[in-house]
């Protein structure tokens, strides 16, 4: 079975930066992306990186400020987060999808962790 384990997560002031981490294990797959989720919000795109290439996708609220990088021999792919807002403040899920190009939305990724929690205060 596909298995997604995100860690990384905590409260931090403003400002301040974190590192998430996203391990997989039990099937290849060509996209791994990161996505958010706020209470009562819908779950948001937030990047993505192709498993065996450079292509990179970013919304535009985290250009600039978020980083998505991969680690092949580890099966795991990092978010590292600076200049964090109160907005970026939300559960951060990853997930794994086949499809050949980057897609951002939920409905295209197959398999996805349990998530962690992400808290930036003002």
């Known amino acids: 079975q596909v298995q997604l384990v995100e860690s990384g997560g905590g409260l931090v002031q403003a400002g301040d930066s974190l590192r998430l981490s996203c391990a997989a294990s039990g099937r290849t797959f060509s996209t791994m992306a990161w996505f958010r989720q706020a209470p009562g919000k819908e779950r948001e795109f937030v990047a993505a990186i192709k498993w065996t290439n450079d292509n990179i996708d970013y919304a535009e609220s985290v250009k600039g400020r978020f980083t998505v990088s991969r680690d092949n021999a580890k099966n795991t792919v990092y978010l590292q987060m600076n200049s964090l807002k109160p907005e970026d403040t939300a559960v951060y899920y990853c997930?794994?999808?086949?499809?050949?190009?980057?897609?951002?939305?939920?409905?295209?990724?197959?398999?996805w962790g349990q998530g962690t929690q992400v808290t930036v205060s003002s």
């Open positions: 997930a794994v999808a086949r499809n050949l190009v980057i897609v951002t939305t939920r409905q295209g990724y197959e398999y």
